[in-house]
């Protein structure tokens, strides 16, 4: 079939709407009909050369979630009409990493940047030649055929808009808080960069108790917005926010540091190490350009301190558990997801949605397809 999708033909580059041809699904494959992508920083990486990419064109979107609409041999847990959630990060549940807990960091994941299918070939094409799928998914296609180890099955009950954000932004941020940041009651917590990673690092660790939940954003749009949800606090910048965190505890420091920058540095992630006391946890949840290297920090003060700087993708959940947990939580009224969506766009505004996020107009913005 022949469908539109918004791809980059280089790098770095603008989303360019192109036609695509899209082939029958394989074995433990299903076509979609994604009907909402989230617009999260990582395509944008992609787009200025921050992250590394193996085939042009490549479909943008890791976050989205539609309709299946037919399904190839040997698929058992998908069925059309399901509606499913895009999982940027796959689940065969049988390599070592997953069998052991870490589905988040499933061997199939090695095809994520290579934007193939598992078995390394592709099913979109453009002008006769092969087309790679961000992180296998490829959400700003209206069609995708894909891996049904990327995908969960949610509730009919939930909005397409939203449920989209459960496919990387809801669960990487509250799982840096949860899993990455091991936020307890009473804590003090400082976010740093409160998009739509951070600003879900922020819901949780209010809901896990903390008592202090410090905002960290230049953005005062952002500020106010995570005031709304769980933020005690706000502040321009992580020196404030760290001297903040040492006046309520007795000139320690903050219990943990998450840093969900959109463009990530090593000077960052010093800061958050700086703003941390004794035993404390700095979670790197954000990504920068992934030929740097080093961190400024005092490596005196890392040991004598007992500090601990943890990386985390995908909020270090196994990813259809916390798609299908976080998604149950929506719906009994426990986790904001509408709140997180500040517009939505048409396809053939993507590049205007980047330059809202840009501008931090948007903790996330969202394409419609076929709106």
């Known amino acids: 079939m022949r469908t539109r999708a918004a791809a980059l033909l280089e790098q770095p580059g603008k989303w360019q709407v192109i036609d695509i041809d899209v082939d029958e699904p394989a074995e433990h494959e299903v076509l979609v009909r994604f009907v909402a992508a989230g617009l999260c920083h990582s395509d944008d990486h992609a787009a200025t050369g921050d992250m590394p990419v193996g085939k042009f064109p490549l479909i943008g979107g890791h976050e989205g ?98 449920a989209a954000l459960l496919s990387c932004g809801v669960p990487t941020g509250w799982g840096s808080a949860e899993y990455g940041a091991e936020v307890k009651a009473g804590d003090t917590v400082i976010v740093m960069g409160t998009g739509g990673v951070g600003m879900n690092a922020v819901q949780a660790a209010a809901a896990r108790g903390a008592a202090y939940v410090i905002a960290a954003d230049p953005v005062a749009f952002k500020r106010e917005q995570a005031l709304k949800l769980g933020a005690t606090h706000a502040f321009a910048s992580i020196d404030e926010a760290a001297d903040f965190a040492r006046s309520v505890t007795g000139g320690q420091g903050a219990s943990s540091a998450v840093v969900a920058v959109g463009v990530t540095t090593g000077e960052h992630v010093a800061q958050a190490v700086n703003a941390i006391g004794k035993f404390g946890i700095v979670v790197v949840t954000g990504i920068g350009n992934y030929l740097a290297e080093g961190l400024p920090i005092n490596l005196w003060l890392l040991s004598m301190m007992q500090k601990r700087i943890q990386g985390v993708i995908f909020g270090m959940g196994t990813p259809p558990f916390e798609i299908a947990r976080l998604a149950d939580m929506y719906l009994a009224g426990r986790l904001k997801l509408d709140e997180l969506v500040t517009t939505t766009y048409r396809l053939d505004e993507v590049n205007q949605a980047y330059a809202d996020m840009h501008a931090g107009r948007n903790i996330r913005g969202v394409i419609l397809h076929g709106g």
């Open 65 to 162: 979630a539609g309709v299946v609409e037919a399904v190839g041999p040997g698929v058992r847990a998908l069925a059309v009409g399901d509606h499913v959630v895009a999982q940027f990060v796959p689940s065969c549940g049988r390599c070592r990493a997953c069998t052991s807990g870490g589905g988040n960091l499933c061997d199939l994941g090695m095809y994520a940047l290579a934007g193939s299918m598992p078995d390394g070939t592709f099913r979109a094409h453009h002008n006769g030649a092969d087309v790679g799928q961000m992180t296998m998914v490829g959400t700003f296609a209206e069609h995708a055929v894909v891996s049904e180890y990327s995908l969960t099955k949610i509730s009919p009950d939930i909005p397409f808009q939203v």
